[in-house]
């Protein structure tokens, strides 16, 4: 195989069928849009495969990854875990109902707003998610391996760029 043909991807085919039927068109930003897409679903397969290994999906893991990272007493209110997830409270409350019934998360009242409660990590929730992190963060590493390190953090630098401009 030469280097120039492994140097190419199929979105470099979809651009250069672009340029070939519509000319007039810049599609560059097929480019970056398409990468990102493609890499979007190679990277959520391989996140998968290791939060299956914990019966978790990709949300669960979220939640709780969320609950063990605040800190002592690992626990938020339904409207802050959502918030800071960007799901909606239907999406929360499903995943907080399955984190329950498999005994991960508590929830309890909260003391500073009486209609309101607490999501909590169990002991079980905890010694989960600190071998499901540990595993993650190992997992990300490999998935990023095809990068050297510079790379990494001049990609870091430009994605931070990039999604700073669509959430401010």
Same mark, same amino acid.
């Given at each position: 195989?030469?280097?120039?043909?492994?140097?190419?991807?199929?979105?470099? @085919?979809?651009? =250069? @069928?672009?340029?070939?039927?519509?000319?007039?068109?810049?599609?560059?930003?097929?480019?970056?849009?398409?990468?990102?897409?493609?890499?979007?679903?190679?990277?959520?397969?391989?996140?998968?495969?290791?939060?299956?290994?914990?019966?978790?999906?990709?949300?669960?893991?979220?939640?709780? =990854?969320?609950?063990?990272?605040?800190?002592?007493?690992?626990?938020?209110?339904?409207?802050?875990?959502?918030?800071?997830?960007?799901?909606?409270?239907?999406?929360?409350?499903?995943?907080?109902?399955?984190?329950? @019934?498999?005994?991960?998360?508590?929830?309890?009242?909260?003391?500073?707003?009486?209609?309101?409660?607490?999501?909590?990590?169990?002991?079980?929730?905890?010694?989960?998610?600190?071998?499901?992190?540990?595993?993650?963060? =190992?997992?990300?590493?490999?998935?990023?391996?095809?990068?050297?390190?510079?790379?990494?953090? =001049?990609?870091? @630098?430009?994605?931070?760029?990039?999604?700073?401009?669509?959430?401010?």
């Amino acid at each position: 195989m030469s280097s120039t043909s492994m140097n190419v991807d199929p979105v470099d @085919q979809i651009l =250069a @069928q672009w340029q070939k039927e519509r000319p007039d068109l810049d599609v560059s930003p097929m480019s970056i849009i398409g990468r990102l897409g493609r890499l979007t679903k190679h990277l959520e397969r391989g996140l998968q495969a290791t939060f299956s290994d914990f019966d978790l999906n990709f949300g669960e893991f979220d939640v709780l =990854a969320t609950l063990r990272r605040t800190g002592q007493p690992y626990q938020l209110s339904p409207t802050a875990l959502f918030n800071t997830m960007m799901v909606s409270s239907g999406t929360m409350t499903h995943r907080i109902d399955r984190l329950e @019934q498999a005994g991960l998360v508590k929830r309890s009242p909260d003391p500073g707003d009486r209609r309101g409660t607490l999501i909590q990590l169990t002991d079980k929730g905890f010694n989960l998610i600190e071998k499901a992190v540990e595993a993650h963060v =190992a997992n990300e590493h490999r998935l990023v391996s095809g990068l050297e390190e510079a790379e990494r953090q =001049a990609l870091d @630098q430009l994605l931070r760029k990039l999604l700073i401009s669509f959430e401010q």
